[in-house]
Nanobody, 124 residues
Framework: VQLQACGGGLVQAGGSLRLSCAVS??????MGWFRQNSGKEREFVAA????????AYTDSVKDRFTISRDNAKNTMYLQMNSLKPEDTAVYYC????????????????????WGQGTLVTVSS
């Protein structure tokens, strides 16, 4: 299984970015987004079950970020609006082989596959 994340970049505070994560090698995985800054632990951002109606968010991004997936394309997205400087990080997509249809895992250890990361920089 391989995950390819893209869509990061430099944006001013208040702006928007859309991250994508394409999955190859397997379908029907629960998926999530995490972010990490240098010297800090990887932080949960959002997750979506293999059944698209089940999602979870960390409190700091609720009402600003939207996670979604297109199962036909085996791709996950993170629409990020109203970006803040504190959203600056390397964003990683991850996939879990847990087959529970509502699985929206929040801990990195619950994910089996990881993408390479894409840098999001929000300037003030």
């Amino acid at each position: 299984v391989q995950l390819q994340a893209c869509g990061g970049g430099l944006v001013q505070a208040g702006g928007s970015l859309r991250l994508s994560c394409a999955v190859s090698g397997r379908t029907g995985l629960a998926m999530g987004w995490f972010r990490q800054n240098s010297g800090k632990e990887r932080e949960f951002v959002a997750a979506i079950a293999r059944t698209p109606g089940f999602t979870a968010y960390t409190d700091s991004v609720k009402d600003r970020f939207t996670i979604s997936r297109d199962n036909a394309k085996n791709t996950m997205y993170l629409q990020m609006n109203s970006l803040k400087p504190e959203d600056t990080a390397v964003y990683y997509c991850a996939a879990s082989s847990d087959g529970t249809y509502y699985n929206t895992a929040r801990a990195p250890r619950e994910y089996d596959y990881w993408g390479q990361g894409t840098l999001v920089t929000v300037s003030s």
